[in-house]
């Protein structure tokens, strides 16, 4: 069967290119050996985010009695909790197969392998394209040092699947997966600790606010072992070096969550002449591959780790086969760590600028002197502000409440190449959170 594009994986980068392919006229077909939504949906973003809900009620109830709500009394039916979190990955999924199921896009179940640059099998039956596109995604990686029974030694897939809280609950890893469950499971009310190899976490954030968001969360009662070499993962316990010295956490859970390699395997990639490497399919900025008419996005390519990069440059690569001019900007992507307080960040930190001797500035606002913030009894966080040595923004990154909200403001108007004098004459809604980016604006 001939067609337009063959994309290989639905998750946010493959259905949403599908969509859109054939929004603009384009045959596609989609074939996907697992669940319709990939990782993001179905053992990522979506379920953690349902059991983030939860924490942040759990945590709200608990400092009820500061806000004049004495006496109340709740229990966690944690099976209750799953239910939920499935009902909604079930109820997205449907929409995702829906949108699967229209006109011009073919559905296909089954495991992809290339049999050549334009000719992709799925089981007995070939389909053929000039254009191509990989979004497979990745899977947890774990270490070699693991000498313990799976059942206590879990993946991020695995620990959104169980069904009890655990009382101990160690965490190797302090990267965006790690810092969110130790957060969910610490309002859950398990005893959390935190094993990381690197100084801080959360390496993608600027490292002051990863700093200030680790010890807040330290507040909340989280353990945390930095700098910490982990040599030994087995039933029961977690062995590691810290500053020359061996110790030892126990625990009936260890969550594994050192990060994702991508899924490049089985593929049949060397049949397409496609080159590739442990950290993923090699692709220019316009996610071709070596190969022309063969495309990889998302986390198979290994630029982005993140559904909405994945998505965004799904559809680039459909306005690349279309001839159709975008103004994507793929080098300007926030993310957000949803953990309580949650975090997040776009463009340029002060210790990316610090390191490659970029001219700078640098403004602060804190939520303890926002009234949006003392109203909600959430004044632990701060926003900073950079711009260059025009004034041009070039990044933002935050903790407190809210934090995603202002990132997310700020990357639009970096899109849009705004200055700080500029935002310091936007309206902005009083009283907001949000109002805090232009307080930093108006610091001089």
């Given at each position: 069967m001939k067609t337009d594009i063959i994309i290989i994986g639905s998750g946010p980068g493959g259905?949403?290119?599908a969509e859109y392919a054939a929004g603009h006229g384009l045959g596609v077909v989609i074939i996907d050996e697992r669940e319709a939504g990939g990782t993001c949906l179905n053992?990522?973003?979506?379920?953690t985010k349902a059991l983030c809900r939860h924490a942040e009620i759990i945590d709200t109830l608990r400092e009820a009695s500061d806000m004049g709500l004495s006496d109340l009394s709740y229990a966690i039916d944690f099976p209750?909790?799953?239910e939920r979190q499935q009902h909604i990955v079930s109820q997205l999924r449907g929409g995702?197969?829906?949108i699967l199921a229209r006109p011009g896009i073919t559905m296909k179940h089954g495991h992809a392998t290339f049999r050549g640059p334009r000719t992709v099998a799925v089981g007995d039956e070939e389909y053929e394209a000039d254009n191509i596109i990989i979004a497979t995604g990745a899977r947890p990686k774990t270490p070699d040092c693991i000498s313990g029974s799976e059942e206590t030694i879990l993946t991020s897939d695995e620990l959104l699947a169980i069904d009890r809280v655990p009382d101990r609950l160690c965490i190797v890893g302090a990267g965006v997966i790690g810092m969110e469950f130790a957060s969910v499971f610490n309002s859950l009310g398990s005893e959390v600790t935190v094993v990381e190899y690197m100084k801080e976490c959360l390496p993608a954030i600027?490292?002051?606010i990863a700093g200030r968001l680790r010890k807040s969360l330290a507040r909340r009662g989280i353990t945390f072992f930095m700098q910490s070499a982990v040599t030994e993962i087995a039933e029961g316990r977690v062995t590691f070096e810290r500053k020359g010295k061996p110790q030892t956490v126990e625990a009936d859970t260890i969550l594994v969550a050192t990060g994702r390699r991508p899924n490049v395997e089985e593929l049949g990639l060397e049949a397409a002449g496609v080159e590739y490497d442990a950290k993923g399919i090699k692709t220019d900025d316009r996610m071709q591959t070596n190969v022309a008419g063969i495309y990889a996005i998302g986390d198979v390519n290994g630029r982005c780790m993140l559904a909405h990069a994945a998505t965004m440059q799904g559809?680039?690569?459909v306005n690349t086969i279309l001839g159709r001019r975008d103004d994507i900007r793929l080098d300007i992507m926030p993310s957000a760590i949803f953990t309580?307080?949650?975090a997040a960040g776009v463009g340029m930190s002060e210790d990316h600028c610090k390191a490659q001797?970029?001219?700078?500035?640098?403004?602060k606002a804190y939520h303890r002197a926002n009234g949006k913030s003392l109203a909600m009894g959430e004044t632990d966080g701060m926003v900073k502000l950079l711009a260059d040595a025009d004034g041009r923004i070039i990044g933002c990154h935050a903790y407190g409440p809210h934090s995603s909200d202002m990132v997310q403001e700020i990357s639009a108007l970096m899109c849009c190449g705004t200055t700080v004098a500029q935002l310091r004459d936007m309206v902005h809604i009083h009283p907001t959170v949000g109002e805090m980016l232009q307080e930093a604006a108006m610091m001089d």
């Open positions: 259905y949403r290119a053992r990522g973003c979506i379920p209750r909790i799953r995702v197969e829906q600027d490292s002051d559809i680039h690569v309580h307080p949650e001797g970029v001219d700078y500035t640098c403004r």
